[in-house]
């Protein structure tokens, strides 16, 4: 069995602090394999943010995969964030980051979709790097073909219908085809502080988009959240764990057989189908 946890979106600057305060607690009832964490760390990129993102971090057991997010880098300093937008993410954050994690059921790969600056008004638009992708790829097939493969972004490759957000990552929809016919199972990602999953199937075989909320005070309508991603041999459930009058309560959105998963029908695997049950995948 494997439980993730996956944080996105806290924002430190303007976190949500009764949220975190009560946090402690919730984590160790879930007992974490590994914590992901999907950007937006901090809410300026400034060094006071950074510190204390990075005390936060410290404090979560087990190992961390994490990557970075638009405002991760310097809001108010546009030198700095034109020539080196993630120096500050690199000292403060990198230590933490094992970079990949992998276990006897997943293996867990980050890839950054933020930019400092681009050729376009709105800079907090995502990128897919496909050259970097097709690399992630490469790595994800080199594990063994029962893992579930789960990319950590920041950017919804594809926004939900639900998101107050609407905007077009660059390269989204290409990239989420590649993953599926790369045989990908899950795309974790954060941005738009809304908890969702949903199915997709962009190419050979099916993905899940799963998005966390937001520990911080900019909640969108929604209150602060984050996820629990338990694998075992037999299934994977996803939970959203929302943060409500002062205590944090579990909410599973999503169940499903691990033989429902493109995991399960690599290099020509065969097995009973049986029905999956898909709970509150809309909010």
């Known amino acids: 069995m494997t439980s993730i946890l996956h944080f996105a979106d806290v924002h430190f600057g303007v976190e949500d602090e009764a949220a975190l305060a009560r946090l402690d607690a919730t984590i160790e009832s879930l007992k974490p ?10 809410q300026t990129g400034s060094e006071a943010e950074f510190e204390a993102a990075a005390r936060w971090i410290e404090q979560l057991s087990g190992p961390k995969v994490i990557t970075a997010g638009n405002h991760d880098t310097p809001m108010y300093g546009i030198v700095d964030r034109i020539l080196k937008p993630f120096d500050r993410y690199a000292e403060y954050i ?4 094992e970079g990949l994690f992998e276990d006897e059921n997943v293996i867990i790969q980050s890839m950054n979709t933020a930019r400092g600056v681009q050729m376009k008004l709105d800079w907090s638009v995502g990128v897919v790097n496909l050259d970097d992708l097709d690399q992630k790829i490469t790595r994800f097939q080199q594990s063994d073909w029962g893992k579930l493969r789960l990319l950590n972004v920041h950017h919804p ?3 939900p219908p639900e998101s107050p957000l609407q905007k077009t990552t660059d390269n989204g929809p290409e990239g989420l085809k590649r993953l599926a016919d790369g045989n990908c199972d899950m795309v974790l990602s ?6 969702f999953v949903i199915e997709r ?3 050979g075989s ?3 988009s799963v998005s966390s909320g937001t520990l911080s005070t900019r909640r969108r309508d929604n209150k602060p959240a984050f996820n629990h991603i338990h694998v075992d041999a037999d299934e994977v459930a996803i939970t959203m764990v929302e943060f409500s009058d002062d205590n944090y309560v579990r909410t599973e959105k999503f169940r499903k057989k691990r033989n429902e998963l493109s995991g399960w029908r690599r290099e020509g695997h065969t097995q009973m189908r049986t029905d999956a049950v898909v709970l509150d995948t809309q909010r």
């Open 190 to 195: 954060g941005h738009v502080h809304v908890p």
């Open 33 to 42: 394999d590994v914590s992901v964490i999907s950007g937006d760390i901090t």
């Open 206 to 208: 099916e993905l899940l």
């Open 94 to 97: 990198d230590p933490f980051d």
């Open 201 to 203: 199937k962009p190419g």
């Open 157 to 159: 490759f594809i926004y």
